[in-house]
């Protein structure tokens, strides 16, 4: 199995590259989430994560540029910063406490709630500012697995949006997206 380490290397790097492939002028294009352009997609990711860390772990990520003043350095910093976390050998010793999800050991934590946040995100972020949208098949159908029995606590956390009704036959990508309210 990939460490969280390695798999936030992976899926961040992926994240990273869309945001790199933004066009200057597709920062506020609308984004697959109600409300947001593709900037926010970034926002989301930065502005979400740290207090959580700072909340349930005491752990304080490096702050970077307003992702208004510009989006790239913003997400540069914060995810260099997740990723010195999660290489840090002495980061598989704490754990995060949440009165939500209890105590949970920290890289773990970061792996669950938010590496999987950016996963999904990438797909937001790619169709907001037109660049490839294909996901990883195997991490979509792990994450769709591990959704689906908790259908009921996701949607009444406000997280996520109706389901979109799909065909059966539809790919695994198509699937976790609907699952997750997005119309693919």
Sequence with gaps: MTSAADEHRIIAGA????????SPTAWDNPAPCEGWVARDVVRHLVE???AFLKSGAGVELPQGPSVDDDPVAAWTVHCDGVQALLDDPATSGKVLSNPHIGK??????????????????????????GQEETLDPVRCARLLDGMLP???????SGQY??????????DVQTRLLAFIGRTP
């Design 104 to 129: 949970v050991p920290l890289d773990q934590a970061v792996d669950r709630f938010y590496t999987a946040d950016v996963f999904m995100h990438t797909w937001d972020l790619a169709r907001a500012s």
């Design 161 to 170: 949006g109706p389901k979109v009704e799909i065909p059966e036959s539809a």
């Design 150 to 156: 908790l259908d009921d606590v996701l949607r009444k």
């Design 15 to 22: 994240f990273t590259e869309r945001v790199r492939g933004v």
């Design 48 to 50: 979400w994560f740290p």
